[in-house]
């Protein structure tokens, strides 16, 4: 099966499986810290992803959160490894755990192919609103069959700007410290949950611009190749380009890009 169509019917039953456990009575653990929860929905999620990508692909590597978590994959092992087994797929199963436990639409299934750290396909699925946002490498993204690009806005003071909340207590106080200097300059700030959902927001052009201090590979793999395909940019807080390892993002239309890092000096 084309890698397209193989992380979208994936992303979508994971998503199925994922709304029909909604509501249900979900065991919840704490895994670093009481910031941090996966439910056994994560842990299914991704088995259904890793094994549909084993089926088809049995020589790719998988970066999944929930399965590095259990048994020690490491995104240094596989940067490492890239000569010998060159395509990663990395996925998150449910990007917004805290969302799908509070039974707050939004969560989302992200899923992304990369070759060599570079990204091939992306992914993100919400099967709250079922919207599957996906970019392929030079031929643009799309939501649901139908092309996006970024916003056009040309200043912060009328962008609308996303961030969240991220488990570990250096990288709040990080987001806190781009929080306090955004309040100032742009139109109004959202917190939707789920880093894939506003990546891929800001590739829509629903959101103009997103950051997060302390993500990791598969919060932003798939999120970042559908802004970049939309038009627009990602990069660290500090402007370096965006790679696996990154993990303090800023992601905008390209346009208000300088401002933005403007407000995490
Ligand atoms: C989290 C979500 C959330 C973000 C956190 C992530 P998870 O991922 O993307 O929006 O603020 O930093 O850890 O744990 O729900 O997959
Ligand atoms: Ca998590
Ligand atoms: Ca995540
Ligand atoms: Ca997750």
Redesign the pocket.
């Known amino acids: 099966m084309e890698y397209l169509s193989l992380a979208q019917s994936l992303a979508r039953s994971a998503g199925e499986l994922i709304l029909s456990k909604m509501g249900e009575g979900i065991l919840t653990e704490e895994k670093s810290s009481s910031f ?1 929860v996966v439910t056994e929905v994560d842990k299914e999620s991704e088995l259904l992803i890793r094994k549909g990508i084993a089926d088809h692909y049995p020589d790719h590597r998988f970066l999944g ?1 929930e399965e590095t978590y259990l048994n020690g994959s490491s995104l240094e092992e596989i940067v490492a490894d890239a000569q010998s087994k060159p395509y990663v797929w990395i996925v ?1 199963p ?5 969302n799908f436990v509070q039974g707050i639409p939004g ?1 989302t299934v992200s899923i992304a192919l990369a070759c060599e750290g570079e990204m091939l396909v992306g992914v993100v699925y919400d099967p709250c609103a079922d919207e599957m946002f996906w970019a392929v490498k030079d031929q643009g993204a799309f939501l649901n069959g139908k092309r996006i690009h970024v916003s056009d806005k040309e200043g912060l003071n009328t962008s609308v700007i996303a961030t ?4 570990s207590m250096e990288a709040r106080l990080a987001v806190y410290g781009g929080l306090g200097k955004l309040i100032h300059e742009c139109r109004t700030i959202r917190s939707l ?4 959902r ?1 990546l891929a927001y800001v590739g829509a052009s629903r959101l103009d611009g997103f950051w ?1 201090n ?3 590979a ?2 932003v793999a798939a999120g970042a190749i559908i802004v970049k395909e939309a038009g627009g940019q990602v990069s660290d807080t500090a402007g370096n380009p965006y790679s696996l390892e990154v993990t303090d993002i800023a992601a905008s239309n390209a346009r208000i890009h300088a401002p933005l890092l403007d407000c995490f000096k």
């Open positions: 941090d959160e998150d449910i990007d917004g755990t805290s969560f969240g909340f991220p488990s949950g789920s880093a894939a506003h997060e302390g993500l990791k598969w919060d």
